[in-house]
């Protein structure tokens, strides 16, 4: 390709990761450049798998599916010992047992086989219905010759972006459920748990590793499940220390306790690495910087890039900052970033009130600083989002019993002096004024339909 860098990124490799340019592989899957020589390579670099085939069955469960029919299908790596057909096993972190029902290798379609020994990946059907008896990371021993001790599995995957996902009619909480459980099965690092809200009704709480994440996730749930879903905004979970020496972690703002009784409100910050182009330091500075971001450091890794380095609060970045160095960088720049922890920050939650009633859905956390600015372009949106009702609908941003912004929207109005040709004037003021009464009525008793892009509009904080 015309934009392809070899030389250049060999250099950064070898600057960034400290790798012998020469033992660097050219290859091209286009044009099949150098294919022979990974082959080679696997086999002169990559030693084979440990383990020992008389040693008691353990294998690592990598992955998991459900099947109609099947059950539970589990993905395994066999360390240690011998898996074969009829076999009982024992999950080791559950407890449970089962026996093997059918085995199969990847070549690459799932190819049924009588047995898999050390080193080898394959799959395992054994009767298991229930979606609990399977953990990610769990390992598979025999139940009458069990291991001693389990293989250590993988690190627990630490939740970034929660958000509410619930269902448009009520009558498909239950299905919702389901569909959760069967998405887990197979993704360790989602989470999700009941909630319920005012505006919503019931709903879940979910945990996901980033924006990318929770997008796939609510995709497949519309998609292979075929329901409607409202999905709140996203947010981080935030630390605060209470006046009674309480630390509470609390990843939804409508949990958020009373000003008076908070200490503390702390929020994660990451340390945030740009590889970008050096003609866009400014441009990625300007957008840190507007970010409530602390430069770190400049670092130039050839002429022509550099790896700028900056503390940035982590509700900063989920929304649209990958999205924003991409435009900036014209589509050569990339990030990565590190969790430091919690930092003590000027914090408070910013409420939604529409018709006079807080929807908790649409609460969020913003530093009071930018409070007004950020409330004042949340209502503008909401007004441009929500339909016009046959009354006049209020919508208000508020922190505590403070409103910050307001905007309204006008009510539909019918012509009732469509008939009245001529005469005198009181009559037409007698229609309107009736009209006006109708609407006060119908404004104490009237429902505010809020529509998905209403919900996801707190998202945006793009200038106007």
Do not use: W
């Amino acid at each position: 390709m015309q934009a392809a860098r070899p030389d250049e990124i060999r250099e950064e490799i070898e600057s960034t990761l400290g790798i012998d340019p020469s033992e660097v592989l050219a290859v091209s899957g286009k044009t099949g450049l150098g294919v022979p020589d990974i082959f080679q390579a696997i086999i002169e670099r990559i030693p084979p798998p440990p383990g020992d085939v008389n040693a008691p069955l353990r294998a690592l469960i990598f992955d998991s599916k459900f099947d109609d029919y099947q059950g539970v299908v589990i993905y395994i790596r066999v360390v240690d010992g011998l898996l074969k057909i009829g076999q009982k096993i024992r999950l080791m972190a559950q407890g449970t047992e089962h026996e093997v029902i059918n085995i199969g290798r990847f070549r690459p379609r799932e190819t049924p086989c009588d047995d898999l020994g050390v080193g080898q990946v394959g799959y395992v059907t054994a009767n298991i219905k229930k979606l609990s008896d399977v953990r990610i990371g769990d390992t598979i021993t025999d139940a009458h010759r069990p291991a001693t001790e389990a293989l250590p599995g993988y690190q627990e995957p630490s939740q970034v972006v929660y958000c509410g996902l619930f269902p448009a009619t009520h009558n498909q909480f239950e299905d919702l459920r389901t569909a959760l459980q069967k998405l887990s099965l197979n993704d360790a690092s989602f989470t999700f748990e009941p909630e319920s809200s005012d505006a919503l009704g019931f709903g879940f709480r979910c945990g996901f590793l980033g924006m990318l994440h929770m997008e796939i996730v609510q995709q497949r749930l519309e998609r292979e499940s075929n329901l409607a879903l409202v999905q709140t905004a996203p947010n981080v979970t935030y630390e605060i220390l209470t006046k009674r020496g309480e630390t509470l972690h609390i990843s939804n703002p409508t949990r958020i306790p009373d000003p008076g009784d908070i200490e503390e409100f702390r929020e994660p910050v990451a340390k945030v690495n740009f590889i970008i182009p050096a003609d866009c330091i400014g441009a990625m500075m300007q957008l840190c910087e507007d970010r409530r971001g602390i430069y770190q450091k400049t670092e130039y890794m050839t002429p022509t890039r550099a790896i700028l380095s900056y503390e940035l609060p982590l509700a900063e970045m989920i929304y649209d900052l990958y999205d924003k160095l991409k435009s900036s960088t014209r589509g050569y720049g990339t990030m990565d970033f590190e969790i430091l922890g919690f930092k003590d920050n000027d914090l408070c939650r910013l409420d939604v009130l529409v018709n006079g009633a807080k929807v908790d859905a649409l609460s969020i956390v913003v530093h009071r600083g930018f409070a007004e600015r950020r409330g004042r372009k949340l209502v503008k949106k909401l007004k441009a989002e929500i339909d016009r009702h046959q009354f006049e609908v209020a919508i208000q941003a508020a922190i505590g019993s403070r409103v910050v912004a307001r905007e309204s929207i006008s009510a539909l109005r019918k012509n009732v002096t469509a008939k009245c040709y001529g005469g005198d004037i009181s009559r037409k003021r007698k229609l309107l004024e009736k009209q006006k009464e109708g609407k006060k009525r119908m404004k104490q008793v009237g429902n505010v339909e809020i529509s998905q892009e209403a919900f996801l509009s707190v998202l945006d904080d793009g200038d106007e």
